[in-house]
């Protein structure tokens, strides 16, 4: 994969040459084929965002209001009674906190452990290095059913069933197997100007790697972290066999409770739904750009 | 990655960075794997030990007595019905997780680019590529209860309700407790869904890499969209689009929640995949021996993919070289 980033380097260059490449072409009026598949892309877009905009149309009708219209209609009013029931006969508040505690803690954990294996790997470039990035590699691949038995007996003995604890550790191996990967090889190429510089300050190894490399490297951990974090709070197997009591429940999980009880009224559950995306909406609003930079990273590594 | 641009070029592997030895020994290195490598020994690979073990013993779970099955689980995994329905499942799971969204993928990705982002603007390809991308951000639990409750039975049901709007008569079809075709065909549609926003991510990053002096020349030479398409963007973009087959198929073989929220494997076992049935057959089963052959028989099929999609690739990377 060292083409492409080369490939990438070698076309900056030339694109500096030609600031914006686009102004000549804007010049040329747009044909009646562009508009069209412009209006194509648009509408698709449309079709991928219709539920969540269903979404938003019901979650404010009241009971009798969506018993009486359709899915299509706007509200006849605004009313809060699903959001309500919602938030209060499910106790939201604590399986956002549930939720918000196990991600942060993976997504720091995990970089933390994903920048130790991957000092050796990528800059101690230990014997058998591509091995051992398999061998953790491991821990991304193998499907949660295999996991699941074991350590639900295993965290039984430990007395850490229904505790965030359970699922924290779990999760900081796995998002490390991903972090040792990519870091890997980004630390492969690391400048070794900065870390002889270092060493000839007289830096030991620990010192090097916390003072020199780190703070080079952050704008990468900082990605990681985001995606990290969105991924644990989408997990769903395995916290769904270890946290059993209603307090230690996450987010994607009250939502599943919920929608298993044959009774839920369904202003209340469509509230819910929406109630349950709106964190992870403003997530993105505000990492966005971050993700889109992390993705990409993750792709061509 | 985005620190070192100018200097990776510079680098080549053989003398890569590596911190001057003054006392210090290289082993000195492998103490900072003492946290992974524990961690990973208790999480990862005691797991995969005790279940690969489990899988030549019948054990009801609890304090019962493990019984040596010898092969007796294996043999009865290939003439388990459910167990081959499920794999056979999985062949429509990577239409719909792989396939499918690769291919609408690298059409919308190279729509956005080329069209609408060089002849409408930027913003608006930029904030279309986020609209798409936004089911990728749900967590898959919650799409999975939207779609449970658009495709309601009966006439609760939003898409019934639109389809008897649509067609005037009444639409009462039970979507995913009716027939397997419906209920297949719904979880699909959820995962392309899901899935569809991750390449067109990947692509469009993958095309900005493109020189744009290219498609100028082409089209000077009078080439269509649909040339350049596949002339320029496709050969450009190759490594992005192995790597998004290769995640996705793995994904794929792991699927657990749609259907798991969906269907809960109905009507009638049909729609079930290897990790539900695991899942399932762990919990509710009788024997957990046998949950563990299912499970170690998915993490065999996982393994392989990867490694023929690592041989793969290194080959290529070879022959680019």
Request: net charge positive; aromatic share 12%.
């Given at each position: 994969m060292t083409d492409v980033t080369q490939a990438s380097a070698a076309a900056k260059p030339r694109r500096k040459a030609n600031p914006d490449p686009t102004s000549r072409n804007k010049a040329r009026p747009r044909t009646a084929a562009e508009w069209i598949l412009m209006v194509l892309a648009v509408l698709g877009a449309l079709v991928i965002i219709f539920p969540v905009l269903l979404l938003l149309m019901n979650a404010f009708k009241s009971p009798t209001d969506y018993a009486n219209s359709s899915p299509l209609d706007f509200p006849e009013a605004l009313d809060f009674t699903g959001i309500q029931t919602f938030w209060e006969q499910q106790n939201f508040p604590r399986a956002l906190w549930n939720s918000i505690f196990i991600s942060t803690l993976v997504a720091v954990f995990a970089v933390i452990l994903s920048v130790l294996n991957s000092f050796a790997i990528?800059?101690?470039?230990?014997?058998?290095r591509t091995w051992i990035v398999l061998l953790f590699l491991m821990a991304n691949l193998v499907p949660q059913e295999m996991l699941f038995d074991p350590l639900f007996q295993l965290y039984d003995d430990l007395g850490?069933?229904?505790?965030?604890w359970s699922v924290i550790i779990t999760f900081t191996v796995i998002q490390a197997a991903f972090g040792t990967y990519l870091l890997s090889s980004l630390l492969g190429t690391f400048p070794k100007e900065i870390l002889e510089a270092a060493a000839m300050d007289g830096a030991t190894r620990w010192r090097s790697l916390r003072s020199v490399i780190v703070p080079v490297i952050k704008p990468t951990l900082s990605v990681l972290m985001v995606f990290f974090f969105i991924w644990t709070w989408n997990e769903f197997l395995l916290p769904l066999a270890f946290l059993n009591s209603p307090d230690s429940l996450t987010v994607p999980l009250i939502l599943e409770q919920l929608n298993g009880e044959?009774?839920?009224d369904t202003t209340t559950l469509v509230a819910g739904t929406l109630i349950s995306i709106i964190p992870t909406i403003i997530f993105f609003l505000i990492f966005q750009r971050t993700l889109t930079r992390g993705i990409t990273a993750g792709a061509v590594k | 990655m985005t620190t070192t641009p100018t200097r990776r070029r510079t680098?080549?592997?053989?003398?890569?960075?590596r911190i001057p030895q003054r006392g210090g020994?290289?082993?000195?290195?492998?103490?900072?794997f003492i946290p992974g490598l524990l961690l990973m020994a208790a999480i990862i690979f005691y797991p995969i030990v005790r279940n690969v073990r489990l899988s030549f013993f019948h054990w009801r779970g609890g304090r019962a007595e493990e019984q040596f099955a010898g092969l007796e689980n294996w043999t009865a995994l290939f003439q388990d019905h459910e167990f081959l329905q499920s794999f056979q499942n999985i062949f429509l799971v990577i239409i719909a997780m792989v396939i499918v969204p690769t291919l609408l993928g690298l059409v919308i990705a190279a729509l956005l680019f080329d069209v609408v982002g060089r002849r409408f603007g930027g913003k608006l390809s930029s904030f279309l590529r986020a609209t798409y991308y936004i089911p990728q951000i749900l967590p898959i639990a919650v799409a999975g209860v939207l779609f449970g409750w658009l495709l309601?039975?009966?006439?609760?049901?939003v898409v019934n309700q639109f389809l008897t709007t649509i067609t005037g008569d009444e639409v009462t079809i039970n979507?995913?407790?009716?027939?397997y075709g419906t209920a297949m065909a719904s979880v699909m549609v959820l995962m392309i869904w899901i899935q569809i926003g991750y390449p067109i991510v990947i692509f469009m990053a993958a095309l900005?890499?493109?020189?744009p002096e290219l498609y100028e020349a082409s089209e000077l030479d009078g080439a269509n969209w649909f040339e350049r398409f596949r002339a320029i963007t496709l050969p450009m973009i190759r490594p992005e689009v192995f790597v998004v087959s290769l995640t996705t198929t793995i994904a794929a073989l792991k699927v657990f929640a749609p259907v798991f929220i969906l269907t809960q494997g109905g009507p009638n076992k049909s729609t079930y995949v290897p990790s539900f049935y695991a899942y399932n057959e762990f919990i509710n089963g009788q024997d957990k021996g046998y949950a563990a052959t299912i499970a170690t028989a998915v993490t065999i099929v996982v393994f392989i993919v990867a490694v023929i999609f690592i041989r793969v690739q290194s080959r290529a990377e070879r022959k680019d070289a």
């Open positions: 990528g800059i101690g470039r230990v014997k058998g850490l069933l229904s505790n965030p044959r009774q839920t | 680098v080549s592997p053989a003398d890569a960075a020994h290289k082993w000195g290195y492998w103490l900072y309601k039975p009966n006439s609760d049901g979507w995913l407790g009716g027939s900005q890499r493109v020189d």
